[in-house]
């Protein structure tokens, strides 16, 4: 009777998991659909109502007058935490739910004190200074509605819209203009932050807080809770005047790129905005963008409003120049900047197939694209499985001086394209400084305080994934990231990594941001930045479960 309740047991689970993965194959099969008729409504009714909730605070609840009586009630509430007795006393994270990051990752904030930053407010534009103020909940799709028409816009602007200054502050951003300054925290002239006893401080490059200055970026939210943001800002013109040059061969591509981005050069005249999207091992267009007026007839016929809903999605637009040939035209600043933000890159292509379909764009295009937020309030534990088992999202900075070797590595670890390169400046600011070792000698930019780096960015679904075979996720990503140590270069940590405490030690440079950590009062009070960065869960032990190419 026991072996025969044992096998009726052992009968039902695995006819379970079977009925398991028959579901799970099912909604990958049938992914677009579900999301279209399902997903696309309820995210973009989802979108509204955030937009009303932050229009309602800022409209009755928040003026840029408060800034400091909102810092002050923050200072409040941290001394409070600071006064509890050891035992009992907490470190400290925002109340900011995870779903509303853009990090792949869900940080465990129920273990921590919770301190609500409801610092949405843009705070002031100093045009002597070309600077802006703000508050570290203004987002992307905020500072350019309010930058643009003024005839500004941040040197560093990343391409998705609900990004916040303030994630990238602490995080890190880059763009195509990233050949010109560097990264996102080269143009921050100033934080604003409230260390881990109370205090508030204001730190710059040059201060007597230059060492906290240096350390916050890539701290993620490790070193104190930032109330307030000083951003560099350029003047601009209405338009991008965009050409796009089709490049056919491995080694042509890189040498242009690099030939563009000044990386042999310091004092070559180099464009306001430059990118590529490599479409194959053998294929790439490179986009140069330079600040335009429009002012003839000729010119006017040449404007694309690429960000319209039924417009293609941009990297389909500028693949078509793989076969048309060199082309050019003038962009709407405002839709450059935000010219990614629709299709998600193109992530959106591994999400819903079809698109890019003009019907669909024609029909449905207004509810573009599904918002990050919605999509990671609606994440199971499968749905987060998937997001590092059977796809790739990842940036890294790497040595431009190696872009071949990249894109090989690239392909023969995750084989999806496009892959996409933006040029970077990596500046030397002298050694034990920040988190970011000084570049190599062979990486400098003759003449200059900088190396050239690039954005290797990595978005989609494997190629084993898509035509069913074994892809070991766990395997690829560690590989990856060793390839990364061994060439000087950084992996962005809003996505899943594979590092243990000693490879990330290797990877970053921590000797100043620990005596950061113990001068500011960070010890004890928030997390340390490989525990706030790391995982939630055990990616290895996930990715082994679904090398199996039906579960």
């Keep these: 009777m026991a072996g025969y309740e044992f096998l009726q047991t052992s009968r039902s689970r695995m006819e379970s998991g079977w009925m398991r993965k028959k579901l799970i194959r099912a909604m990958e099969d049938n992914r677009g659909l579900i999301l279209t008729v399902i997903g696309l409504p309820l995210s973009f009714l989802f979108d509204k109502v955030m937009q009303f909730r932050n229009w309602w605070y800022r409209e009755f609840l928040s003026s840029?007058?408060?800034?400091?009586?909102?810092?002050?009630?923050?200072?409040?509430?941290?001394?409070?935490?600071a006064s509890q007795p050891a035992g009992q006393r907490k470190t400290m994270c925002t109340a900011r739910p995870n779903w509303l990051s853009l990090s792949t990752t869900f940080f465990n904030k129920e273990a921590c004190h919770k301190i609500p930053i409801p610092l949405y407010d843009i705070l002031e534009l100093n045009e002597t200074n070309l600077t802006v103020?703000?508050?570290?909940?203004?987002?992307?799709?905020?500072?350019?509605?309010?930058?643009?028409?003024?005839?500004?816009?941040?040197?560093?602007?990343?391409?998705?819209?609900?990004?916040?200054?303030?994630?990238?502050?602490?995080?890190?951003?880059?763009?195509?203009?990233?050949?010109?300054?560097?990264?996102?925290?080269e143009t921050i002239a100033a934080y604003e932050v409230v260390l881990g006893d109370g205090t508030f401080v204001r730190a710059t490059r040059d201060n007597e807080y230059s060492d906290l200055y240096h350390c916050l970026p890539w701290?993620?939210?490790?070193?104190?809770?930032?109330?307030?943001?000083?951003?560099?800002?350029?003047?601009?013109?209405?338009?991008?005047h965009m050409k796009y040059i089709p490049v056919k061969g491995q080694k042509n591509y890189c040498e242009k790129i690099r030939e563009l981005s000044g990386t042999y050069d310091g004092s070559a005249e180099v464009p306001d905005y430059l990118e590529a999207t490599v479409f194959s091992k053998e294929e790439a267009v490179i986009m140069v963008g330079n600040f335009?007026?429009?002012?003839?007839?000729?010119?006017?016929?040449?404007?694309?409003?690429?960000?319209?809903?039924?417009?293609?999605?941009?990297?389909?637009?500028?693949?078509?120049?793989?076969?048309?040939?060199?082309?050019?035209?003038?962009?709407?600043?405002?839709?450059?900047?935000?010219?990614?933000?629709?299709?998600?890159?193109?992530?959106?292509?591994?999400?819903?197939?079809?698109?890019?379909?003009?019907?669909?764009?024609?029909?449905?295009?207004?509810?573009?694209?599904?918002?990050?937020?919605?999509?990671?309030?609606?994440?199971?534990?499968?749905?987060?499985?998937?997001?590092?088992?059977?796809?790739?999202?990842?940036?890294?900075?790497l040595p431009i001086?190696?872009?071949?070797?990249?894109?090989?590595?690239?392909?023969?670890?995750?084989?999806?394209?496009p892959v996409l390169v933006y040029p970077c400046r990596i500046y030397d600011h002298g050694k034990h400084v920040g988190q970011l070792r000084p570049p190599r000698e062979d990486q400098m930019v003759p003449g200059t305080n900088y190396g050239m780096f690039n954005d290797l960015g990595v978005y989609g679904v494997p190629r084993d994934v898509r035509e069913r075979r074994r892809w070991d996720a766990v395997s690829a990503m560690r590989k990856m990231e060793a390839y990364t140590r061994s060439v000087g270069g950084y992996h962005f940590m809003y996505a899943d990594t594979f590092l243990d405490r000693e490879e990330f030690n290797e990877m970053f440079d921590l000797t100043q941001y620990e005596k950061v950590r113990r001068k500011y009062h960070a010890e004890g009070a928030f997390p340390h930045v490989y525990d706030k960065t790391k995982p939630e869960v055990d990616v290895v032990a996930i990715g082994k479960a679904y090398m199996d190419p039906l579960s």
Excluded: C
């Design 401 to 417: 001086n190696k872009l071949e070797e990249q894109i090989n590595k690239s392909e023969e670890l995750f084989d999806t394209y």
């Design 133 to 185: 103020k703000v508050e570290p909940m203004v987002t992307v799709g905020d500072i350019t509605r309010y930058l643009v028409p003024r005839g500004y816009t941040l040197a560093v602007t990343l391409e998705i819209a609900d990004a916040t200054l303030g994630g990238l502050a602490f995080g890190v951003g880059m763009t195509t203009y990233s050949h010109k300054v560097g990264l996102y925290q």
């Design 292 to 397: 335009a007026d429009v002012t003839t007839k000729e010119q006017a016929k040449k404007i694309n409003n690429v960000t319209r809903w039924y417009k293609p999605w941009f990297y389909k637009h500028v693949e078509a120049f793989l076969t048309s040939g060199e082309g050019e035209e003038y962009i709407p600043l405002r839709e450059y900047l935000l010219r990614h933000d629709k299709a998600i890159f193109w992530v959106l292509e591994s999400m819903i197939p079809f698109g890019n379909h003009p019907l669909f764009l024609f029909l449905l295009g207004w509810m573009l694209p599904p918002k990050p937020a919605f999509m990671k309030l609606t994440t199971t534990p499968v749905v987060r499985a998937m997001t590092f088992t059977k796809q790739v999202f990842q940036d890294i900075v």
């Design 64 to 81: 840029p007058s408060k800034h400091m009586d909102r810092v002050a009630t923050i200072q409040a509430q941290v001394v409070r935490n």
């Design 219 to 240: 701290s993620h939210g490790s070193l104190g809770f930032l109330v307030g943001l000083e951003l560099q800002i350029i003047p601009v013109k209405p338009y991008i």
